[in-house]
T-cell receptor, first 110, second 116 residues
Framework: GQQVMQIPQYQHVQEGEDFTTYCNSS?????IQWYKQRPGGHPVFLIQ?????EVKKQKRLTFQFGEAKKNSSLHITATQTTDVGTYFC??????????FGTGTRLKVLA | EAGVAQSPRYKIIEKRQSVAFWCNPI?????LYWYQQILGQGPKLLIQ????????DSQLPKDRFSAERLKGVDSTLKIQPAKLEDSAVYLC??????????????FGPGTRLTVL
């Protein structure tokens, strides 16, 4: 079946350092979403990418969708302690169905 | 606007017992999802409804899990009988199902199930 993998599984960074998580799908996606889940919380929507090669920015967060629409990345510039949590990508093959990735857990050391 | 409501928040049961979870999506949201999230993993889709019809239940263990969405609003997810490996957080999410638009999923707080 379709799989969505993320690397790395864990990342510890010093506050102020940059962070990147990568998402790879086994099949082509119609769109991809990114979610953040704080410890003990539920996933919260961050963004949706639809077009091949699309790049979107939200303050310190930069999201990219690969040209082949099979991979994506999330880059955080100058991490803050509020960035702590697990970041999930969720790929859609279509029909509003989403397959969540394995997640990258980010810890930020003050 | 009110968010996705779920109850109960926590449930502890013995294996082979049955349990039911309830979800009330955001008003007007046509699509409702049930996910299972095992500790340390990403949410796994169990079943997806569009209004009161099932869109996808390919990963629902139908020998023990069942779900319904009467009148296209509230939904219940039932496990009967429960196994130890069912211990997880069960997340309900809803989306507006707006064709061509951003299909944001709004998640409820989840129900943490522990099977002893």
């Amino acid at each position: 079946g379709q799989q969505v993998m993320q690397i790395p599984q864990y990342q510890h960074v010093q506050e102020g350092e940059d962070f990147t998580t990568y998402c790879n799908s086994s099949t082509t996606l119609s769109n991809i979403q990114w979610y953040k889940q704080r410890p003990g919380g539920h996933p919260v929507f961050l963004i949706q990418l639809v077009k091949s090669g699309e790049v979107k920015k939200q303050k310190r967060l930069t999201f990219q969708f690969g040209e082949a629409k099979k991979n994506s990345s999330l880059h955080i510039t100058a991490t803050q302690t509020t960035d702590v949590g697990t970041y999930f990508c969720a790929g859609s093959p279509g029909t509003y169905k989403y397959i969540f990735g394995t997640g990258t857990r980010l810890k930020v050391l003050a | 606007e009110a968010g996705v409501a779920q109850s109960p928040r926590y449930k502890i049961i013995e294996k082979r017992q049955s349990v039911a979870f309830w979800c009330n999506p955001i008003s007007g949201h046509a699509t409702l999802y049930w996910y299972q999230q095992i500790l340390g993993q990403g949410p796994k889709l169990l079943i997806q409804f569009q209004n009161n019809g099932v869109v996808d239940d390919s990963q629902l263990p139908k020998d023990r899990f069942s779900a319904e969405r009467l009148k296209g609003v509230d939904s219940t997810l039932k496990i009967q009988p429960a196994k130890l490996e069912d211990s997880a957080v069960y997340l309900c999410a809803s989306s507006l199902d707006r064709a061509g638009g951003v299909d944001t999923q709004y998640f409820g707080p989840g129900t943490r199930l522990t099977v002893l």
